[in-house]
Nanobody, 124 residues
Framework: QVQLVESGGGLVQAGGSLRLSCAVSGRTFSRYAMGWFRQAPGKEREFVAAISWNGGSTYYADSVKGRFTISRDNAKNTMYLQMNSLKPEDTAVYYC?????????????????WGQGTQVTVSS
């Protein structure tokens, strides 16, 4: 069984930074592609960023490109999302997800395991 636990969310002013972490249980973390998604109130869940099993490939939503950086540490079974230059429209619950495929994907249906989410609120 794979379990994902996000942390690092909080309240920050516009222009500030936050670093989200996703701790993953299970010995096969290094085989999984990982992703971050978010859901704002009244909106559908949307793709934020994804990373391949070895970190060699990364993908970003256009809305966060140049501001967010996804990374992973397979030795620590942990994935990260560094968020800089935050905007009020980044306010959402952020979810990490794991895919049994080693290849990064922006499609949520390709992820089998999900965390419980962490709230990020950006004030103007």
């Amino acid at each position: 069984q794979v379990q994902l636990v996000e942390s690092g969310g909080g309240l920050v002013q516009a222009g500030g930074s936050l670093r989200l972490s996703c701790a993953v249980s299970g010995r096969t973390f290094s085989r999984y592609a990982m992703g971050w998604f978010r859901q704002a109130p009244g909106k559908e869940r949307e793709f934020v960023a994804a990373i391949s099993w070895n970190g060699g490939s990364t993908y970003y939503a256009d809305s966060v490109k140049g501001r967010f950086t996804i990374s992973r540490d397979n030795a620590k079974n942990t994935m990260y999302l560094q968020m800089n230059s935050l905007k009020p429209e980044d306010t959402a619950v952020y979810y990490c997800a794991a895919s049994p495929s080693p290849y990064a994907s922006r499609w949520s249906h390709e992820y089998d395991y999900w965390g419980q989410g962490t709230q990020v609120t950006v004030s103007s």
